[in-house]
């Protein structure tokens, strides 16, 4: 695990390191010194720690006036234990929705598993974004992750799924990204009965 590394391509014009906005502003990073670890495995030093023992992430980017953020996940997301729905809606996703952030672009393909627990927190979150028209996607989810969402039930909350899972995300620009996603998910909206 210590040789997967959070995406860099847009590195160069957002860091949260530098945004005085976001909750990693001032964070340092090494480039040798390894010293987070899941379970026993290394990780990059360039993931953030949200103070989950198995889930770590990497804010891509964040735009204010689109009010949108691109979220890079890794590890295990673990509810029945570790409370990381909970953990990341505290340490991270409470902060960018009281900087009006309402659409968030999760991008999963380095989940691992996920192991659920009660959906209170992943329900609170859609209330803090819901009356700004807001959403959540996980993008590129591995297929047993996607079964495990869906016997959770949580798919019914977010936007998930084989239209949202074989998006080579890496292609865009994080604007152009948003914006092809926001018109799918507007249209996905518009399609369900009322």
Not at 70 to 97: A, H, P
Request: some cysteine; glycine content about 6%; proline content about 3%.
């Amino acid at each position: 695990m210590h040789d997967i590394e959070p995406f860099f391509r847009w590195i160069d014009d957002y860091n949260a390191a530098r945004d005085e906005r976001s909750p990693f502003y001032g964070n340092t990073y090494s480039e040798f010194y390894y010293g987070n670890k899941i379970y026993n495995y290394l990780i990059h030093p360039q993931w953030e720690d949200i103070g989950s023992e198995t889930l770590y992430l990497k804010v891509l980017w964040v735009d204010y006036q689109a009010r949108f953020a691109i979220i890079e996940l890794l590890g295990e997301w673990n509810d029945c234990v570790e409370d990381d729905c909970q953990t990341l809606k505290r340490n991270l996703i409470d902060k960018m929705v009281d900087q009006g952030i309402v659409h968030y672009l999760l991008i999963g393909e380095n989940i691992l598993t996920f192991h659920s627990g009660e959906d209170d927190y992943y329900r609170e979150w859609l209330e803090d974004i819901t009356d700004e028209a807001g959403w959540v996607v996980l993008i590129n989810l591995r297929d047993h992750v996607i079964q495990d969402f869906r016997e959770a039930g949580i798919h019914q909350l977010f936007f998930i799924g084989k239209d949202y899972n074989t998006l080579n995300w890496r292609l865009y620009r994080p604007a152009d990204l948003f914006q092809m996603l926001d018109e799918r998910i507007r249209g996905t909206l518009k399609a369900l009965p009322a």
